[in-house]
């Protein structure tokens, strides 16, 4: 039985996240009787029959427990499912079902600046958030190619999604239209660090960076100076979050109060 509005982020640590800012206010700007909360987790399994014994109408799962959270659930979508990632749950009388709204926010935030289908895409990282890049954009038909400093990761995702795998020296032969730097380059406290070289970026390629704290990285300083467009972290993440609200509540979300409200707090140092 869902007997409440709670919902939460699970994940360790979560001490920093800022989903709980973002959430509450979206709530309370559609006037949603709902609150938030961050949960660290160790025992994943403890936590899952948790939200079941508390009816917990849905979470956010974050790391690093985003595969091992399927096994626990009742039923999960086919997109989450082939890139073995849930990071929303919704709690549907008692049923457990499984999301990624991961794959969704990232390809929104391209797709508002570029096309993707035939498009030249060089994804930098191997990580988690590099696999839900590089599973959206092999299948809205980009051509992908992933680059990564463990050249050993960087294969094995290539491989499982239908991507190419290239060494830096064979980068600038791809030429790509559209650079996405899905490694942790350039995250405070590093805030002087770049992926690649600066003399990499054109003005005619579009420059996506997951990395949102700072809200503007070198790497899309760099790009802007160049002439190149650029879309920011942070629209990626308050695009996937704008997406579980979504399945939360079956309303539409309120976006630019949760953009400002994330805004506010990165510039504040939160
Ligand atoms: P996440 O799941 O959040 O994406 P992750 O699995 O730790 O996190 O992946 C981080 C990515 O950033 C990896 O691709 C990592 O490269 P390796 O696979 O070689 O570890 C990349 N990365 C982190 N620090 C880096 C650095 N200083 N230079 C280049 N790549 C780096």
Known sequence: MV???????????VAHSLSPIMFNAAFAASGYNAHFSAFAVDDLGAAIAGIRALGIAGASVTLPHKTEV???????DEEALEIAAVNTIVNRQGQLC???????GAMNALLSKTGLSGRRVLILGAGGAARALVYGAVKAGAQVVVANRTPERGQALA????????NRSE???????ILVNSTSVGMTPEVDSMPLPETFLTPAMVVMDIVYNPLQ???LQVAEKC???????LEMFVGQGVLQFELWTG?????????QTVLTCLQRGE
């Open 3 to 13: 007997n409440n509005h709670l919902y939460g982020v699970i994940g360790q640590p």
């Open 70 to 76: 399927i096994k626990y659930l009742d039923w999960v």
């Open 98 to 104: 499984g999301y990624n709204t991961d794959v969704a």
């Open 159 to 166: 491989a499982e999604f239908g991507a190419r795998f290239l």
């Open 171 to 177: 980068w600038a032969d791809f030429s790509p239209e």
């Open 217 to 219: 990285t070198r790497l």
């Open 227 to 233: 002439g190149a467009q650029t879309i920011a972290g």
């Open 251 to 259: 309303k539409k979300a309120p976006l630019e109060v949760m953009l």
